[in-house]
């Protein structure tokens, strides 16, 4: 699931939507059924983590790298390079101003049929432990269906560096990513997921439920953003005690704990005042050009042939596949908070070992 929904490589291919085969309900109770499930699942992220990575060819012309998809290993994915995708959020391209996407958060985990209490994240200082629930609306205001391939739900921490040369400049020049969360039920699927205990439908099939309390509809159908049609993706994400031990390669305890939110980048800024937050400012005495933020993102991404894009011009390099066709971000939404970590007391033992 993971492999086919988030960590989806630039081999653009022409996927079949064809309905899902049927399972006999014997076999989800099977225990060699989950055995099987479990090691997949295992296999294929040991060897997204273990893969070499390929080699690239630059085009001189263009600036483009032609990522090799002749392996399964093959580390240019759109994520690892989601900052070099062309994004088409803040363009003036019909389809992705179309696209109404807000990003909403709530006091407790959201129901169906529940009205939901709204709070406003930058009035909250959240901890290790705290859960971060919300909801994501997506609206399609045009008159056509507009097709997508991936759409996902995350909580990132990202340490960023803006260009001191250009003030305007929204791009950042680095972005180091130290945490990462996919929310798997609000992003797109194959199958339905259950969230909670109170939910019975058959995760083989991808039914079109909808909210009671507003009508809106919980999933995509033919992954096509439909006009008129108003979609909503709950999402909880609980803040971990401790970053990976991946993040620190000299095994340093200090340096996993969470960093606590840094300054604004210039993005932050630009949400923020789509929010109408501008009375909630803080001075954490942090560099202008250099900032710590956490917040939950929303993005749809396509291919640029869908959407009558054009190849990009740029001087950075741009990923696409061998048949030149280029993925971009149809649009994307950002929320951010702010994350005052707890320092933790070592125990007597802890402090022996240390």
Same mark, same amino acid.
């Given at each position: 699931?993971?492999?086919?929904?988030?960590?989806?490589?630039?081999?653009?291919?022409?996927?079949?939507?064809?309905?899902?085969?049927?399972?006999?309900?014997?076999?989800?109770?099977?225990?060699?059924?989950?055995?099987?499930?479990?090691?997949?699942?295992?296999?294929?992220?040991?060897?997204?983590?273990?893969?070499?990575?390929?080699?690239?060819?630059?085009?001189?012309?263009?600036?483009?790298?032609?990522?090799?998809?002749?392996?399964?290993?093959?580390?240019?994915?759109?994520?690892?390079?989601?900052?070099?995708?062309?994004?088409?959020?803040?363009?003036?391209?019909?389809?992705?101003?179309?696209?109404?996407?807000?990003?909403?958060?709530?006091?407790?985990?959201?129901?169906?049929?529940?009205?939901?209490?709204?709070?406003?994240?930058?009035?909250?200082?959240?901890?290790?432990?705290?859960?971060?629930?919300?909801?994501?609306?997506?609206?399609?205001?045009?008159?056509?269906?507009?097709?997508?391939?991936?759409?996902?739900?995350?909580?990132?921490?990202?340490?960023?560096?803006?260009?001191?040369?250009?003030?305007?400049?929204?791009?950042?020049?680095?972005?180091?990513?130290?945490?990462?969360?996919?929310?798997?039920?609000?992003?797109?699927?194959?199958?339905?997921?259950?969230?909670?205990?109170?939910?019975?439908?058959?995760?083989?099939?991808?039914?079109?439920?909808?909210?009671?309390?507003?009508?809106?509809?919980?999933?995509?159908?033919?992954?096509?953003?439909?006009?008129?049609?108003?979609?909503?993706?709950?999402?909880?994400?609980?803040?971990?005690?401790?970053?990976?031990?991946?993040?620190?390669?000299? +095994?340093?305890?200090?340096?996993?704990?969470?960093? *606590?939110? @840094?300054?604004? #980048?210039?993005?932050?800024? $630009? !949400?923020? &005042?789509?929010?109408?937050?501008?009375?909630?400012?803080?001075?954490?005495?942090?560099?202008?050009?250099?900032?710590?933020?956490?917040?939950?993102?929303?993005?749809?991404?396509?291919?640029?042939?869908?959407? +009558?894009?054009?190849?990009?011009?740029?001087?950075? *390099?741009? @990923?696409?596949? #061998?048949?030149?066709?280029? $993925? !971009?971000? &149809?649009?994307?939404?950002?929320?951010?908070?702010?994350?005052?970590?707890?320092?933790?007391?070592?125990?007597?033992?802890?402090?022996?070992?240390?």
């Amino acid at each position: 699931m993971y492999t086919t929904t988030i960590y989806k490589s630039f081999n653009v291919s022409n996927e079949s939507l064809a309905e899902p085969p049927s399972y006999e309900n014997s076999s989800i109770h099977s225990n060699n059924q989950l055995s099987s499930v479990s090691t997949g699942r295992s296999n294929s992220t040991v060897a997204q983590g273990s893969g070499s990575v390929s080699t690239n060819t630059y085009d001189n012309s263009g600036g483009l790298i032609v990522a090799d998809e002749g392996t399964n290993m093959w580390q240019e994915t759109i994520l690892d390079n989601i900052h070099k995708l062309t994004n088409l959020t803040h363009s003036n391209k019909v389809v992705s101003n179309a696209i109404k996407i807000s990003i909403e958060f709530t006091e407790e985990v959201g129901e169906l049929g529940k009205k939901p209490v709204l709070i406003d994240p930058l009035l909250h200082e959240y901890k290790q432990g705290d859960l971060i629930n919300g909801f994501v609306i997506i609206k399609n205001e045009s008159n056509e269906p507009i097709p997508f391939d991936m759409f996902y739900v995350l909580f990132e921490g990202n340490i960023t560096v803006s260009n001191t040369l250009d003030i305007k400049d929204t791009n950042p020049t680095r972005v180091e990513k130290f945490l990462q969360m996919f929310d798997f039920s609000a992003s797109w699927n194959h199958a339905h997921i259950n969230r909670l205990i109170t939910e019975y439908a058959n995760p083989y099939e991808c039914p079109l439920i909808s909210d009671p309390y507003d009508d809106s509809k919980m999933a995509f159908p033919d992954r096509k953003i439909l006009p008129g049609v108003t979609y909503k993706r709950f999402f909880t994400f609980k803040i971990p005690d401790n970053l990976l031990d991946s993040e620190c390669n000299h +095994n340093l305890l200090e340096h996993t704990q969470i960093p *606590p939110t @840094l300054g604004k #980048s210039r993005s932050e800024d $630009y !949400v923020n &005042l789509a929010y109408k937050v501008e009375n909630c400012k803080t001075k954490s005495l942090s560099f202008v050009d250099t900032s710590i933020s956490y917040g939950v993102q929303a993005r749809f991404i396509g291919r640029a042939s869908k959407y +009558n894009v054009k190849k990009s011009k740029r001087n950075d *390099p741009v @990923l696409i596949n #061998s048949k030149g066709d280029e $993925y !971009v971000i &149809l649009k994307e939404a950002n929320r951010f908070l702010r994350i005052v970590p707890q320092t933790k007391n070592l125990t007597p033992n802890e402090k022996i070992i240390k």
